[in-house]
């Protein structure tokens, strides 16, 4: 009997032998489809555009390209509302892709540039000019929306490490705190 009849008389899926790749991820999915578009972008531009002659330039303009499907509100510098976190009311400022968005879309077209053959020293997607042009929407989208992007530090409670004047803990970097209050959790679980 043959693969195929053994296979079509077995009722239970789970014995079956799959030729088929395992499903892909959410993360993977999204690769291909942002991937894919950005292909597709390159082979509508006029003229078209091939992936080896592709720059930060490119890039960018493709990135100002997909600010028509944003959904995140940016005001406006002569916006009544400019700056504001809540606005009170609706205004006509334009929708556009939030930085967090663009910034996760560069990382995955990096990824799916080397994927496809790419070296990462030539990535348009690593260019400085994208560099710049990201953070440039960072600040301007904090601004516009009053929102601070801003990392906020980590503060360490921790009594013991006060200094004999009393009034300010040692500094301890960062990484060094993470990892102290890691051995703490070890030494606490052991015992």
């Not at 003229?47 to 390209?65: D, K, M, T, W």
């Amino acid at each position: 009997m043959d693969l195929i009849s053994q296979n079509h008389n077995n009722k239970n899926p789970n014995t079956t032998l799959s030729t088929q790749p395992p499903p892909s991820s959410r993360y993977e999915n999204q690769k291909r489809r942002d991937w894919n578009t950005f292909c597709q972008y390159l082979r509508n531009h006029r003229p078209p555009i091939s992936l080896p002659s592709c720059s930060g330039a490119h890039v960018i303009e493709f990135l100002r390209y997909l600010d028509q499907f944003g959904k995140t509100k940016v005001h406006n510098q002569n916006c009544a509302f400019f700056g504001l976190p809540n606005p009170p009311e609706p205004c006509p400022c334009p929708l556009r892709q939030a930085w967090g968005s663009l910034y996760a879309l560069i990382g995955r077209l990096r990824a799916a540039y080397e994927e496809n053959g790419g070296a990462p020293e030539t990535s348009p997607f690593g260019s400085s000019s994208v560099r710049i042009f990201l953070r440039e929407v960072k600040d301007f989208q904090a601004k516009a929306r009053g929102v601070s992007y801003e990392k906020k530090r980590k503060r360490v409670n921790n009594q013991k490490q006060i200094t004999q004047s009393g009034l300010q803990p040692p500094l301890v970097p960062q990484h060094q705190q993470q990892g102290q209050s890691m051995m703490a959790k070890y030494h606490h679980s052991a015992t």
